[in-house]
């Protein structure tokens, strides 16, 4: 296993995109020390903020993470990254494929741009989890996001394709969606906002946009594959899944063929 040891806590933000399980296996320790990572004109490189031991795997293993690392697994096209401890912005960034674990904390944008792979965050993640960078077309592309705690707002915005699965977020999840599936235990007010296409799914919500109608109880076979496919993810989503739901469509100030399913108690 390659491991990198957060020496103490950097001086700047670093942004680790490209240090990837591939792009490490080619390089001696030396070579990997090298590499540049600061963001800053001090010019720091990753000697010089981590203790650097390689082995060729394809797992790799971050410790002693904090808010200040971004990036992390930008790009990933394979293996698996571990991080113990927090992460900042940009949490896999564009990745197409592997796995990514945070025993901790995201920053904001986790996810933005992926089209692969699947990322995993056991603690919160920051506003816009799942959605597009500023002038970005698109948030997340395809990948799966697990969020064991709480998203902040806009979770999933301007979300094309995928899975984000959480266990709370704040207001204006699947805000601009163009498609892919949120599935939820609570939503905070006005999900769905300004969504065109796509598929939210909460066991409880806040205050809706009353560009959302009512088209009554819905018992579909999708949601029913869909809660066999994320069962061992996430128990409670899959139960959510399995009930019988009330069905909104909307946001009909825009294209409005998206849908907002909450169970039908």
């Known amino acids: 296993m390659t491991t990198l040891t957060l020496r103490a806590a950097p001086p700047e933000r670093l942004d680790l995109a490209g240090i990837t399980p591939a792009a490490l296996a080619g390089l001696s320790e030396g070579e990997a020390a090298r590499l540049p990572v600061g963001t800053s ?23 002693g993470a904090t808010d200040r690392l971004d990036r992390i697994g930008a790009g990933l096209e394979a293996g698996r990254i571990v991080i113990e401890g927090d992460v900042g912005q940009r949490l896999g960034a564009g990745m197409t494929g592997g796995t990514i674990t945070v025993s901790g904390s ?26 597009a960078i500023h002038g970005a077309p698109a948030g997340l592309d395809g990948a799966t996001l697990l969020i064991g705690g709480r998203a902040g707002d806009r979770l999933g915005d301007r979300m094309r394709a995928g899975l ?25 007010d006005h999900p769905g906002y300004g969504m065109r296409r796509g598929t939210l799914v909460a066991a409880r919500h806040g205050a809706l946009l009353p560009t959302f109608a009512e088209t009554g109880r819905q018992d579909l076979v999708v949601l029913r594959l869909l809660a066999k496919s994320i069962a061992a993810h996430s128990p409670e989503a ?7 739901m009330r069905r ?11 849908e907002l399913f909450t169970p039908a108690g």
């Open 41 to 63: 004109r001090h010019g720091l490189t990753l000697g010089d903020c981590f203790a650097v031991a390689l082995d060729g795997a394809d797992e790799l293993r971050i410790v």
């Open 106 to 131: 995201a920053g904001p944008f986790a996810g933005t741009a992926a089209k692969g792979g699947t990322i995993r965050i056991d603690g919160d993640a920051a506003e816009s989890a799942g959605g």
């Open 164 to 188: 984000i699965v959480v266990k709370q977020a704040g207001d204006h999840a699947g805000s601009r969606m163009i498609a892919g599936t949120i599935v939820a235990e609570v939503v905070g």
């Open 238 to 244: 899959a139960a959510l899944l399995r009930g019988s």
């Open 248 to 258: 909104y469509g909307g946001d009909l100030a825009t294209l409005g063929k998206g």
